[in-house]
């Protein structure tokens, strides 16, 4: 069994690398999924220099399983105005790492560096069943996670 280690990804070539394998493997994954030009070289490397962005890989081993995406930025729901939010924009983890703990490590890093706010949000397009089992709550057609 592999050790799986959740870290922050950083604008270096050999994360850059392992982003663009796992934003074109998750898409080559689930061909129903329309994200074309989404994730670009040039889009990864400037969310990942962006302050108001975070971007987290899991490992299995030294094997990329899966990665997540969180901002500040973008266009928030209603419901959430005036509240100390961050956006789930991106949550996957490979199929081959689908079984196992990747997608907790994954989740737990994020929960835990933005711990300090009021909710964390997605779109139901974002692993819907695997959030909900985590604590998401469908709210006004948006998975919202009360984090205090």
Known sequence: ??????????ASDKMIDEL?????????EHPEIKMEGQYTKKIL????????SQWFIVYA???????????DGGVRPAFLEG????HLSAFAVLQAHAGGTAAASLLEKCLAVYKGRDAMWA???VAP?????????????YL???MQ
């Open 129 to 141: 069943d695997y959030l909900e089992a985590n604590g998401f709550v469908k709210t006004a057609g």
């Open 1 to 10: 069994m592999s050790t799986i280690i959740t870290k922050f990804a950083v």
């Open 61 to 71: 081993g030294e094997e990329p399983a899966g990665f997540a995406f969180l901002t």
């Open 83 to 86: 509240k100390r939010i961050v």
């Open 20 to 28: 663009l394998y796992l934003t074109r493997t998750w898409l080559a």
């Open 123 to 125: 779109e139901l397009s």
């Open 144 to 146: 919202v996670k009360e």
């Open 45 to 52: 490397v400037n969310s990942m220099n962006s302050f108001s």
